[in-house]
């Protein structure tokens, strides 16, 4: 499945490093999204985009950035990270969200990210 | 919030043999949605529920979406080495656009 990529698939960074996460989706969808998953816990969204503006901040802590600039990519900047931060990063998409959509979301294969 | 109770949390079972997890929540949802997740990648859609009663299969996988609106199962016949991995459940609640997640079933399958 190629409809979602995402980029690098494993990063390694020091606390005081900058780096960013790419995902660009193939589908035609208009909302994307961040996920952050740890072991032995769900899911956690991150941010929400719809058609590139930004309807969701889940109390993101501002060492993560996101950009959306069209809809098929969307960053995830990073700077001075934790150790805990250390997790698999998940890029989703889905077609616009609206009152009523059903919100089938397709995942990218996602980034390996651990903090030394 | 909202949270959704999947179960079990672990299966070990021997190839050819029929597997049955769910997820549970005290909250309507609109959506069900069944996912699995292969060690080092992302969760890859398996079936989605829209309807009340709704039952789906996509080969050996069958899916319901529960009368109450609250639950759903999935079920997995005649299981071979590669449906190990772990699966997820995830609703969307009525009223919102997100989706709430389960915390996975991890399956291993013996041969």
């Known amino acids: 499945e190629t409809g979602v990529t995402q980029t690098p698939r494993h990063l390694v960074m020091g606390m005081t490093n900058k780096k960013s996460l790419k995902c660009e989706q193939h589908?035609?969808?208009?909302?994307m999204y961040w996920y952050k998953q740890s072991a032995k816990k769900p899911l956690e969204l991150m941010f929400v985009?719809?058609?590139?503006?930004?309807?969701e901040n889940n109390s993101v802590p501002s060492r993560f950035s996101p950009e959306c600039p069209n809809s098929s990519h969307l960053f995830l900047h990073l700077h001075t990270l934790q150790p805990e931060d250390s997790a698999l990063y998940l890029c989703?998409?889905?077609?616009?969200?609206?009152?009523?959509?059903?919100?089938?979301?397709?995942f990218g294969p996602g980034t390996r990210l651990t903090v030394l | 919030g909202q949270q959704l109770n999947q179960s079990p949390q672990s299966m070990f079972i021997q190839e050819g043999e029929d597997v049955s997890m769910n997820c549970t929540s005290s909250?309507?949802?609109?959506?069900w949605l069944w996912y699995k997740q292969d060690p080092g990648e992302g969760p890859v859609l398996l079936i989605a529920?829209?309807?009340?009663?709704e039952l789906t299969s996509n080969g050996r996988l069958t899916a319901q979406f529960g009368i109450t609106r609250k639950d759903s199962f999935l079920n997995i016949s005649a299981s071979i080495p590669s449906d190990v991995g772990i699966y997820f459940c995830?609703?969307?609640?009525?009223?919102?656009?997100?989706?709430?997640f389960g915390k996975g079933t991890k399956l291993t399958v013996n041969p």
């Open positions: 909250s309507i949802f609109n959506t």
């Open positions: 529920l829209y309807k009340a009663g």
């Open positions: 985009y719809n058609f590139k503006e930004q309807t």
């Open positions: 589908l035609g969808h208009n909302a």
């Open positions: 989703a998409s889905s077609h616009f969200l609206t009152g009523g959509t059903h919100n089938e979301q397709f």
């Open positions: 995830a609703g969307q609640p009525r009223g919102s656009e997100k989706l709430v």
